[in-house]
């Protein structure tokens, strides 16, 4: 983000990133957006309880199934991304000049 804030504020000229920065914060950005959808279900799923099963709720979401549904949201994100990720870089590469100054997935395939 800070990389971002910076080169908004610059000239259009004057703009360089690297690929490997570019790399890192497409990384970076999509886990970011990944483990907050999956927090966004872990929350539903925690309503859904609450709603459907009112007396069953504190036995349902214990401390221990918040610790389990958390790192899941992590356990899944970290991979899918670092396959997403993972397949964009074995790509070969036509270009070397980033003209985004916001890195994404689809910022990488328009070096291919």
């Known amino acids: 983000m800070p990389r971002l804030l910076q080169d908004i504020l610059m000239e259009s000229s004057e703009r360089y990133m690297t690929y490997v920065d570019c790399v890192v914060q497409a990384f970076f950005v999509h886990i970011f957006a990944t ?8 929350m539903a799923f925690d ?9 069953r709720y504190t ?3 214990t401390n221990k199934m ?5 790192a ?10 670092a396959i997403l990720i993972g ?3 074995r790509l070969s590469r036509c270009r070397y000049k980033i003209e985004n100054p916001f890195c994404d997935n689809a910022s990488l395939f328009k070096l291919s």
Request: hydrophobic share 65%.
């Open 35 to 42: 483990v907050s959808h999956t927090v966004l279900m872990i």
């Open 66 to 70: 918040v610790v389990k549904l958390s």
């Open 72 to 81: 899941l949201a992590w356990g899944v994100s970290v991979p899918a991304v």
């Open 47 to 55: 309503r859904y309880v609450a709603i459907c099963n009112p007396l």
């Open 87 to 89: 397949l964009t870089v």
């Open 59 to 61: 036995a349902i979401m």
